[in-house]
């Protein structure tokens, strides 16, 4: 079997560490790949973004199976331009993925279904969000705040107090 990993992190070189272990994968393609996922295969040089050119690539590869790694690519709709080709992708579509690309909607999506979370207030000014912080009482605080959106893991701050 052909296997395509799209991505270029840790996560992808774990992926492919343990894809390479079995008997039933021949060849390991990364796109865009790192160093560590050329010991194991061959990176392509195409964007995790690039839906498109990542689906028709792995269509003239022959590729058996393509297994998505980072949010970006599945943001970008790489798993329903795969499927639109009949390509065998793991992952989930665009839509589905709005639950970890957008805090928002996915905070909107568990009130509407009722599904147990915390309490939240969405702002689309800079002010209003430091206002809404400002208006808290001692007891309210810790609260999180939270970028909507893709921030690689690096959109949140716990704010123990208005400052």
Known sequence: ????????????HALAWKLAQSPAV??????????????????????????????AWASEAAIDLTVVGPEA???AGVVDAFRAQGLRIFGPTRAAARLETS???AK???VRHHI???AHQA????????????SLRREEYPVVIKIDGLASGKGVTIAEDER
């Open 1 to 12: 079997m052909k296997v395509l990993i799209i991505g270029q992190g840790g996560r992808e």
């Open 123 to 134: 702002f689309a000014q800079a002010e209003e969000a430091s206002a809404y912080v400002r």
């Open 26 to 55: 021949q060849e390991i393609f990364t796109a865009p790949g790192n160093a560590g996922t050329a010991e194991m295969g061959t990176n392509i040089d195409l964007p995790v973004t690039a839906a498109a050119e990542l689906a």
């Open 73 to 75: 690519a599945l943001a």
């Open 103 to 105: 805090k928002v909607w």
């Open 108 to 110: 909107d999506f568990m």
């Open 116 to 118: 147990s979370t915390a």
